[in-house]
């Protein structure tokens, strides 16, 4: 069975702290993506990668940035949190179409 | 921008009824996809319907895709209580260059026991 982990299940965090969300597959996937999921909003793209060192904006890339120095790393980096970053995190990989979520990181920044 | 548009944004039946849900999108698609997601968890892929389909089956799941009205339905028959989740479409595009897949907002489904 595909796996995807993320690093935690619940985060708090302060305002203006640097916030590091991580994501691991295991099925050797060449694409990797972040998503924000809002009330009303469904999911939104924040970043994807489709190879090592490599990214590419998504639908909301601002206040955000990614890193990928491993086929299967993906980590997400708030660089200076805001309360309006208070979201659900889903991490997701894939080889083809479908995409293998992890089960989300909620994070709450206070 | 969401490509995607579920419709009812919430719906309840009881155990043993037929659930429909409904998709629609704007622009030109290569597939479409249905997602289910149990409450705070990850995405679970369902089934994909390509763009030359109109219909497909997997178990209790039935796809259907209009591209002339730019539209999808997920049919769920007999229902179970454990089918409560939300569900949600996605669609394939190129875009730039690679291929894009946009959600659209769910649909919340209470089966009720």
């Known amino acids: 069975d595909v796996k995807v982990t993320q690093s935690s299940r619940y985060l708090v965090k302060r305002t203006g702290e640097k916030v590091f969300l991580e994501c691991v597959q295991d099925m050797d996937h060449e694409n990797m993506f972040w998503y924000r999921q809002d009330p009303g909003l469904g999911l939104r793209l924040i970043y994807f990668s489709y190879d090592v060192k490599m990214k590419e904006k998504g639908d909301i890339p601002e206040g955000y940035s990614v890193s990928r120095e491993k086929k299967e790393r993906f980590s997400l980096i708030l660089e200076s949190a805001s309360t309006n970053q208070t979201s659900m995190y889903l991490c997701?990989?894939?080889?083809?179409?479908?995409?293998?979520f992890g089960p989300g990181t909620r994070l709450t920044v206070t | 921008s969401q490509q995607g548009e579920e419709d009812p944004q919430a719906l309840s039946i009881q155990e043993g009824e037929n659930a429909t849900m409904n998709c629609s999108y704007k622009t030109s698609i290569n597939n479409l996809q249905w997602y289910r997601q149990n409450s705070g968890r990850g995405l679970v892929h369902l089934i994909l319907?390509?763009?030359?389909?109109r219909e497909k089956h997997s178990g209790r799941l039935r796809v259907t895709l209009d591209t002339s009205k730019k539209s999808s339905s997920l049919l769920i028959t007999a229902s179970r209580a454990a089918d409560t989740a939300s569900y949600f479409c996605a669609t394939d595009q190129y875009s730039g260059g690679y291929q894009k897949v946009t959600f659209g907002i769910g649909t919340k489904l209470q089966v009720i026991p």
């Open positions: 319907i390509r763009s030359n389909e």
């Open positions: 997701a990989s894939g080889g083809g179409h479908e995409q293998y």
